[in-house]
């Protein structure tokens, strides 16, 4: 029997490659002899750089650069030598992580430590960078992004702004005489989990700017890590296929890993079994999307702390008995 276990991170518990062991351990203690296929993926978001790494054999460059609330950070990026490619996450430099929920104020933060990221990209020679816009703790629509490549926002009285994400409303003038050069010879892929209209009912701020001033172009995250990973290739003859994230809802179809990877796999006619810390308004329409069943790993009501902290945890118990449901059903 070949299993791919496929999760997405769960959110401030675990990365998609520890949550892949775990759910490998978990049913290993029913199956030990079946061939397990870790694929830890992501859609954009935290732990798109490690998948694309691991999957192109890329490099991990450090860098400091200013956090969400314009402290210095130890951020990374992925440097794809052979392809001449920079993956970039804006989690790494501007993500939620990073800022402490007492002070998680989008009005102050800002991504100006994206485009630093960037800026290193550009200076390493790259052709062509993916930035994954998951996982950010700022609605400042990749203003500070652009401030940090060159481009200067002024109010209507001409007076330059500063950089925190209640600037928007502000802004009556943008120079761009001093953006960075380099960009019109490098190519920008956004990876995306979810779409991103600008207004309404679902309305974002996030992906403006590079699609509007860098010529980005929108994509499905998922569907660049998985073109990567060769994951059709992998489906081919498998039995099973494990995916997870630390919540599922009616948003989850919107384009976020699981569906991705789901869609795929019904494609190859590969049961997809989903486990999840929360299930959401919303998750019982998965299954029109290929998920066969789905599954909450919280054993019982706890803290969000406890639930966290225990979250491999559970994840490994609740796939053994996942596992143990599907022994059953083959001696049934």
Same mark, same amino acid.
């Given at each position: 029997?070949?299993?791919?276990?496929?999760?997405?991170?769960?959110?401030?518990?675990?990365?998609?490659?520890?949550?892949?062991?775990?759910?490998?351990?978990?049913?290993?203690?029913?199956?030990?002899?079946?061939?397990?296929?870790?694929?830890?993926?992501?859609?954009?978001?935290?732990?798109?750089?490690?998948?694309?790494?691991?999957?192109?054999?890329?490099?991990?460059?450090?860098?400091?650069?200013?956090?969400?609330?314009?402290?210095?950070?130890?951020?990374?990026?992925?440097?794809?030598?052979?392809?001449?490619?920079?993956?970039?996450?804006?989690?790494?430099?501007?993500?939620?992580?990073?800022?402490?929920?007492?002070?998680?104020?989008?009005?102050?933060?800002?991504?100006?430590?994206?485009?630093?990221?960037?800026?290193?990209?550009?200076?390493?020679?790259?052709?062509?960078?993916?930035?994954? %816009?998951?996982? /950010?703790?700022?609605?400042?629509? $990749? &203003?500070?992004? =652009?401030?940090?490549? @060159? *481009?200067?926002?002024?109010?209507?009285?001409?007076?330059?702004?500063?950089?925190?994400?209640?600037?928007?409303?502000?802004?009556?003038?943008?120079?761009?005489?001093?953006?960075?050069?380099?960009?019109?010879?490098?190519?920008?892929?956004?990876?995306?989990?979810?779409?991103?209209?600008?207004?309404?009912?679902?309305?974002?701020?996030?992906?403006?700017?590079?699609?509007?001033?860098?010529?980005?172009?929108?994509?499905?995250?998922?569907?660049?890590?998985?073109?990567?990973?060769?994951?059709?290739?992998?489906?081919?003859?498998?039995?099973?296929?494990?995916?997870?994230?630390?919540?599922?809802?009616?948003?989850?179809?919107?384009?976020?890993?699981?569906?991705?990877?789901?869609?795929?796999?019904?494609?190859?006619?590969?049961?997809? %079994?989903?486990? /999840?810390?929360?299930?959401?308004? $919303? &998750?019982?329409? =998965?299954?029109?999307? @290929? *998920?066969?069943?789905?599954?909450?790993?919280?054993?019982?009501?706890?803290?969000?702390?406890?639930?966290?902290?225990?979250?491999?945890?559970?994840?490994?118990?609740?796939?053994?008995?996942?596992?143990?449901?599907?022994?059953?059903?083959?001696?049934?």
């Amino acid at each position: 029997m070949k299993i791919i276990i496929a999760p997405d991170s769960f959110k401030e518990s675990m990365s998609a490659e520890l949550a892949a062991q775990s759910v490998i351990k978990g049913f290993r203690r029913v199956f030990p002899d079946a061939v397990y296929i870790s694929l830890p993926v992501a859609d954009g978001g935290e732990g798109t750089v490690d998948a694309l790494i691991a999957a192109l054999h890329g490099e991990k460059i450090s860098v400091t650069v200013a956090d969400p609330l314009g402290l210095p950070v130890m951020a990374y990026y992925g440097l794809l030598a052979e392809s001449k490619t920079a993956v970039i996450e804006m989690a790494q430099a501007s993500g939620l992580m990073l800022v402490p929920i007492a002070k998680r104020n989008p009005m102050l933060t800002n991504s100006y430590g994206t485009g630093e990221l960037i800026a290193n990209a550009l200076a390493q020679g790259v052709e062509r960078i993916i930035l994954g %816009i998951g996982g /950010s703790a700022t609605v400042d629509g $990749g &203003v500070g992004m =652009l401030q940090a490549l @060159g *481009v200067r926002f002024y109010d209507e009285n001409h007076q330059l702004l500063g950089t925190t994400g209640n600037i928007l409303s502000q802004i009556s003038h943008i120079d761009i005489q001093q953006l960075d050069p380099r960009l019109s010879q490098c190519k920008i892929d956004i990876a995306c989990d979810v779409s991103n209209p600008l207004v309404g009912e679902h309305g974002s701020a996030a992906a403006v700017a590079a699609a509007a001033l860098l010529g980005g172009e929108l994509k499905s995250g998922i569907e660049i890590v998985m073109d990567a990973l060769a994951f059709e290739q992998h489906l081919q003859d498998a039995n099973l296929v494990i995916i997870g994230e630390g919540s599922m809802d009616g948003q989850t179809a919107g384009g976020k890993a699981p569906i991705g990877i789901a869609r795929l796999a019904a494609k190859h006619q590969v049961p997809v %079994i989903a486990l /999840s810390g929360v299930l959401g308004d $919303g &998750v019982e329409g =998965l299954h029109q999307e @290929g *998920v066969t069943a789905v599954f909450s790993i919280l054993p019982r009501l706890s803290s969000l702390s406890e639930a966290l902290n225990q979250g491999a945890e559970n994840l490994e118990n609740t796939a053994c008995n996942v596992a143990r449901v599907l022994n059953m059903g083959r001696h049934l």
